[in-house]
C-alpha cells in the first residue's frame, strides 16, 4: 500500500518543484488615454533597490536600459539617459529630469524604481528570487504623470540550477511596457 502510494506522490511531488511558484505580475496605478506613439521618451536610470539599509547597486541602469530596449521593440521613441546628472543611487529629481527632457525635446520621461530585489535563490536553499519595479510616465509639459505601473516577478521555491535575479529584467520589462501601453 505503500509503495502505490509513494508511486502516486511521487510524479505529483516531482511537477509541484519543476513548477514551483513563479509568477509574474503587472497592475496598471494610473492611466491617460494620450497616446505614446510618436512621442519621444527620455527614459532614466531606475533607482536602486536596498536591503536591510544597504543599497543594492547595479541594478537601476541596467534594468532601465532593459526596459529602453523593450519600449523601442514595442514601437516607441524610447531613449535611455546614461548621463552623469542621473545616477540609480537615488531617486530620480522629477523637476531635474523634466527640464533635462522638454529642454533636449522630449515629450516624455520615465522614471522608474526597483522596489524589491532578492537574489541568492539557490536549488537547496529555499530562498525565493524576487524582482519588483514601479515605473511612472511624465509629462514634458505639465511634469505630471501620465501612467504608472508597478511590476513583480519571483522565481520557483525550487530550482535545479542557480540563476541570477538578473533573469528578471528582460520578461518583467517586456510586462511593464505592455501595462503601459494599455489604455
Known amino acids: 500500500m505503500k509503495a502505490c502510494l509513494m508511486r502516486f506522490f511521487m510524479p505529483l511531488l516531482f511537477l509541484f518543484f519543476l513548477t514551483g511558484c513563479a509568477d509574474l ?20 536610470p531606475f533607482h536602486d533597490p536596498s536591503y536591510n539599509g544597504q543599497r543594492i547597486a547595479g541594478i537601476g ?13 514595442a514601437g516607441l521613441q524610447a531613449e535611455f539617459q546614461n548621463c552623469d546628472d542621473f545616477s540609480p543611487a ?8 523634466c527640464r533635462f527632457a522638454s529642454d533636449n ?4 520621461f520615465a522614471t522608474g524604481t526597483v522596489t524589491e530585489w532578492v537574489d541568492g535563490a539557490t536549488s537547496w536553499s529555499g ?13 514634458t ?11 513583480r516577478q ?30
Open 127 to 139: 530562498k525565493v528570487d524576487v524582482a519588483s519595479v514601479t515605473v511612472r510616465l511624465y509629462s
Open 90 to 97: 537615488s531617486a530620480t529629481d522629477i523637476g531635474m529630469a
Open 154 to 183: 519571483q522565481g520557483a521555491w525550487f530550482t535545479l540550477v542557480d540563476e541570477p535575479t538578473t533573469r528578471f529584467y528582460e520578461p518583467l520589462s517586456e510586462s511593464l511596457v505592455t501595462g503601459l501601453l494599455k489604455r
Open 105 to 108: 525635446g522630449y515629450a516624455m
Open 61 to 73: 541602469r541596467p534594468f532601465a536600459a532593459v526596459f529602453t530596449k523593450k519600449l523601442r521593440a
Open 25 to 44: 505580475r503587472i497592475i496598471p496605478e494610473t492611466a491617460d488615454d494620450r497616446p505614446l506613439e510618436g512621442n519621444r521618451i527620455a527614459i532614466f
Open 141 to 151: 509639459e505639465t511634469c505630471q504623470v501620465l501612467r504608472a505601473v508597478s511590476g
